[in-house]
């Protein structure tokens, strides 16, 4: 019996050892027991089942990738649950900054009328338009249901059947895209 043989049949052994050595049996049964309860707790907090799902995979992809150098302090359960829970209000925290990010650059777009002259409005609109041209049809599309008709990340993912995802990444495109056609408007 080999080393590695002996170390997989001794269930005297913690799993978070066995999974810090490298035993992807171990690593592969936690998953299978947690990921749908993980997925589900962080549903719970995200409120977007696509996203919790990425949340958990991120979560177990960097777990076995950094199984080494993590010291689990707690139980195993204890710490795959907060992991996933400040994981989860890690996106949530970065969805919050890119929703600022993005209405300060739309204000600075809409401008203010009684600040603006009637030819700086008028090229600024112009700008805008040019943008939007550029931008692919889809990417265009999601922007504008965004920004023009109030639609949220999830109503407009169900209106035009693709994920969130999708329209998160289409967003951060036609934002860029504002940003570095709006730098000289910046207040």
Known sequence: MTRKEAFVDSPAIPVEERIKKGEISAFENVFREYYAPLTHY??????????AEEVVQDFFYVYWKNRSDIEIKTSLKSYLYQSVR???LKVIRHESVKQKYADRYMEVARGSHEDKNPYEMKELQTLVNDVLARLPERCSKIFCMNRFDGLKYREIADQLSVSVKTVEANMSKALWEFRKALAQYRV
């Not at 962080?42 to 996203?51: H, P, S, T, V």
Request: proline share 0%.
């Open 42 to 51: 962080a549903n719970g907090i995200l409120k977007d089942m696509e996203a």
């Open 86 to 88: 400040n994981n989860a």
